[in-house]
C-alpha cells in the first residue's frame, strides 16, 4: 500500500502566501517524479507544477514566478510554496507521485487533496 497526504491548505486573502506539503508512506522502492495539480469548480484538473529525480522542475505559466515546488527525498515529501497568491489560485489542489512499489509495480498515486482558497 502507498498513501499519499497532504497538508497546509486553507483560506488566504489575495496577495498572501501558503505552503502544502504531501508526504508518501508505504511500501515504497522509489518515487520517480512528484507533483501538485488542481481543480477548480467547472474546470477540469491540470498540472500545477512538478519536480523529478534529477532536480528537474515544469511549471504551469499561470504560477511560474509564484509558486515554487521542492521535494526531500529522505522524507519521500513535496512542498508547494505558494506565493502572491490571487482568487483565480482557489481550488482543490492534489498531490501525484509516480512510484515504485514494493513488488515492483509503477504507478501514479494521488493524495486526497487539500482545499486552497483565495479570498478577501
Known amino acids: 500500500q502507498v498513501q499519499l497526504v497532504e497538508s497546509g491548505g486553507g483560506l488566504v486573502q489575495p496577495g498572501g502566501s501558503l505552503r502544502l506539503s504531501c508526504a508518501a508512506s508505504?511500501?515504497?522502492?522509489?518515487?520517480?517524479?512528484m507533483g501538485w495539480h488542481r481543480q477548480a469548480p467547472g474546470n477540469q484538473r491540470e498540472l500545477v507544477a512538478d519536480?523529478?529525480?534529477?532536480?528537474?522542475?515544469n511549471y504551469a505559466d499561470s504560477v511560474k514566478g509564484r509558486f515554487t515546488i521542492s521535494r526531500d527525498n529522505a522524507k519521500n515529501t513535496v512542498y508547494l510554496q505558494m506565493n502572491s497568491l490571487k482568487p483565480e489560485d482557489t481550488a482543490v489542489y492534489y498531490c501525484?507521485?509516480?512510484?515504485?512499489?514494493?513488488?515492483?509495480?509503477?504507478?501514479?498515486?494521488w493524495g486526497q487533496g487539500t482545499q486552497v482558497t483565495v479570498s478577501s
Open positions: 508505504g511500501s515504497i522502492v522509489s518515487i520517480n517524479a
Open positions: 519536480i523529478r529525480n534529477s532536480g528537474n522542475t
Open positions: 501525484n507521485a509516480l512510484i515504485q512499489n514494493g513488488r515492483g509495480y509503477v504507478g501514479s498515486y
